[in-house]
């Protein structure tokens, strides 16, 4: 169900109105906007850093999809907070992985590639099942938030993402750290256990580390290599 070109231009009008309409809205109220704008054709995705967005969502919506993409470079951790989510919240959970298991991949591009060249593990591992996981849908959602990274400053509430032709949700664009912790803590939402033990942003384990206090949220992911994002996001 991959978006017409012919409805490519109402949906990026639609986005760009949505953006400036909603900026300053709470999150619950941006994702009951996309669920009845969208219904079926709208999933979430989530890193399982937390279950916060696939707890809004599933207010917004019972029963939305949400998308995990499961790299084979997981901590237990993240596969257990993924696990907990599908349980005890009414989603549906739906876990993509890539083409090739980490053994097909290593035997293609050698071991570790993740050290070599992060850019094209990431692209294996994670663009290109997105990239397939968003084929369905006509709008997904995202944890994205603008006081992660300088590089996620401009991000906007709901925006067009002109790479996939869909319009992308980021309900928690807003929000700083404080306001996640808050409504965590008021409304019981799982958070995965490494977070209280020095990882507050979560990819693959290993080209994630421990962030040291001081250092940005996202100090921690693929330290030393000059990264910062994945390719996910932009």
Known sequence: MSVPAADRDRLRALAEAK?????????????????????????????????????LAARAMPGIDVIFLD???????????RDAVAATLPVTL????????????DARYGPRLYERDPDRCCALRKVEPLARALAPYHAWASGVRRDEAVTRRAVRVVEWDERRGLVKVNPLAAWTQAEVDRYVAAHGVLVNPLTDDGYPSIGCAPCTRRVAPGEGSRSGRWAGQGKTECGLHG
């Open 19 to 55: 953006g400036a309409e909603l900026e300053g809205a709470h999150p619950a109220e941006i994702l009951g906007w996309a669920a009845v704008e969208f219904g079926d054709a709208l999933c979430v995705t989530s890193s399982m850093g937390d279950g916060l967005v696939a707890h």
């Open 94 to 105: 739906v876990s993509v992985t890539p083409r090739q298991s980490v053994a097909e991949q």
């Open 71 to 81: 790299t084979g470079y997981h901590f237990a951790e993240t596969i257990g907070t």
